[in-house]
């Protein structure tokens, strides 16, 4: 079936799955993907992307050091569980920007996962999410297919939110029924209408179940269509390792390796879209730098981003590292962030819709100090 003009979710309690797609691309205009990978519990940026010979670091962390990490650069390496990132690396189709997070300082996973979606400052006060508004602004339609719809997602027009379950897809009987008793609301027959043409191939079951790493076959299959979805959001969660954390092996790094499934098979059923894609991790907030006494991390402030695809400009580790000494962290136990992540996704929009940096700025994030990374970080 056809899906362009189309924007598609999948879903699970735990994860989501979205892509969409509202116009025709004239002649050899490129179709650029956006995949967003939201990390809940907050990413321990120093276990993904550990700093190398660093007293400080190996000194506060003697339990959950991260051993047989692979070296990106001459000052930080990689966790081992990220075998298919790096070799995305070594291709210049992977790169991180380190010590980065949203202007949030607070520690409550309830507020940081709202602030890490809308792109506020205050919590509760935005009802819409960044990549929402990023979406309206580049005239893409906005259909969703589960309920409920992260708010990263939600823009003005306030799509539809159904999602059959069990092949419960409304008959012609059902649908003349509505129709007749509400046959002057008309977004109520156009609701109906998307509904009953959604494709089936992405409402049933994945071969595999609704894993994340399963689901983002099926991404990248719709991704890779010139007349199919643009975006795509997973919701991970299970980052809040306050015990257990581990190194090389434990909690954290047992997420790790759910993130480079994602990665790895969104790469191999993207085929050469993946060229033209850019995929960024998302998360609340990183960890405290000491390890506490059940061997995991405690909310923190500062974390990294993985950034992934063919529109990576090169492999590279961007940061503004504040240091690890006492009077280097924030508030004397967090990784400080020098860089606000929401430049690193302002950017992203403007390089993915073609739209100009300012105007990004000035109508998703509310013309807040934000950066240009585009060109240093991405093929514009």
């Given at each position: 079936m056809n899906i362009s003009r189309r924007h598609l979710l999948i879903g699970s309690s735990a994860l989501f799955l979205l892509g969409n797609s509202n116009f025709s691309l004239a002649g050899n205009k490129r179709k650029k993907n956006?995949?967003?990978?939201?990390?809940?519990?907050?990413?321990?940026?120093?276990?993904?992307?550990?700093?190398?010979?660093?007293?400080?670091?190996?000194?506060?962390?003697?339990?959950?050091?991260?051993?047989?990490?692979?070296?990106?650069?001459?000052?930080?390496?990689?966790?081992?569980?990220l075998k298919s990132f790096y070799n995305l690396w070594k291709n210049n189709e992977a790169a991180v920007v380190h010590a980065t997070n949203i202007p949030y300082t607070g520690r409550s996973h309830?507020?940081?996962?709202?602030?890490?979606?809308?792109?506020?400052?205050?919590?509760?006060?935005?009802?819409?999410?960044w990549l929402g508004r990023g979406v309206e602004l580049a005239g893409l339609e906005s259909l969703s297919m589960s309920l409920p719809m992260p708010l990263l997602l939600r823009g003005s027009q306030n799509p539809d939110n159904y999602f059959p379950t069990k092949w419960s897809l409304p008959n012609d009987k059902i649908v003349n029924l509505i129709k007749s008793t509400y046959d002057n609301e008309i977004d109520i027959a156009n609701t109906i209408e998307r509904i009953r043409n959604r494709p089936i191939s992405m409402m049933r079951r994945a071969s595999g179940g609704r894993k994340a790493e399963k689901l983002a076959k099926v991404a990248g299959e719709q991704l890779s269509r010139r007349d199919g979805p643009r975006v795509a959001v997973f919701d991970v969660n299970g980052?809040?390792?306050?015990?257990?954390?581990?190194?090389?092996?434990?909690?954290?790094?047992?997420k790790l390796v759910q993130v480079d499934k994602i990665i790895s098979n969104l790469k191999n059923s993207l085929g050469e879209s993946f060229k033209d894609t850019l995929i960024l991790t998302l998360t609340e907030f990183g960890r405290t730098l000491n390890q506490n006494g059940g061997?995991?991390?405690?909310?923190?402030?500062?974390?990294?981003?993985?950034?992934?695809?063919?529109?990576?400009?090169?492999?590279?580790?961007?940061?503004?590292?504040?240091?690890?000494?006492?009077?280097?962290?924030?508030?004397?136990?967090?990784?400080?962030?020098?860089?606000?992540?929401?430049?690193?996704?302002?950017?992203?929009?403007?390089?993915?819709?073609?739209?100009?940096?300012?105007?990004?700025?000035?109508?998703?994030?509310?013309?807040?100090?934000?950066?240009?990374?585009?060109?240093?970080?991405?093929k514009v």
């Open positions: 956006l995949v967003i990978i939201m990390l809940r519990g907050g990413m321990d940026g120093l276990t993904a992307v550990p700093l190398k010979d660093d007293r400080y670091f190996k000194n506060s962390r003697p339990d959950i050091i991260v051993d047989n990490s692979k070296s990106i650069s001459s000052d930080f390496s990689l966790h081992p569980k309830f507020d940081g996962q709202n602030l890490m979606q809308s792109g506020g400052r205050v919590p509760y006060e935005i009802k819409t999410g980052f809040d390792t306050h015990s257990a954390q581990g190194g090389s092996n434990g909690l954290h790094g047992t061997n995991g991390t405690d909310h923190g402030y500062g974390s990294a981003i993985l950034m992934a695809g063919g529109l990576i400009k090169t492999a590279q580790v961007h940061t503004d590292w504040p240091g690890l000494k006492n009077n280097n962290l924030f508030e004397g136990r967090d990784l400080n962030s020098t860089i606000d992540s929401r430049s690193i996704y302002c950017s992203a929009i403007s390089t993915c819709f073609d739209l100009d940096f300012e105007l990004v700025k000035r109508k998703v994030f509310w013309n807040e100090k934000l950066d240009d990374y585009s060109s240093k970080l991405f």
